[in-house]
């Protein structure tokens, strides 16, 4: 189950975006879980990167995709 990206926000400087995600699924091993973090979109290469972590700042989440 893919987790909906709730908010992204441009950041005042270059192509980064504030992000916040929910992971929202019995399925997933750390279940129902809020995070936030930075995305960034390179368009030469057509790539997504994000990071983001859980409020506790106990875990990260590293997503890369290629559109």
């Keep these: ?3 909906p990206l709730l908010g ?3 950041r005042p400087n270059g ?3 504030s992000i916040t ?3 929202n699924s019995s399925a997933c091993i750390n ?3 809020f995070t936030s973090g ?4 390179n368009a030469a290469t057509r790539q997504l990167y994000s990071v983001t972590r859980n409020s506790s700042n106990n875990d990260a989440f590293v997503f890369i995709g290629n559109k």
């Design 15 to 17: 192509k980064a975006y």
């Design 1 to 3: 189950m893919a987790a």
């Design 31 to 33: 279940g129902t879980v």
């Design 38 to 41: 930075y995305a960034y979109f």
């Design 21 to 23: 995600l929910n992971f």
């Design 8 to 10: 992204e926000y441009p």
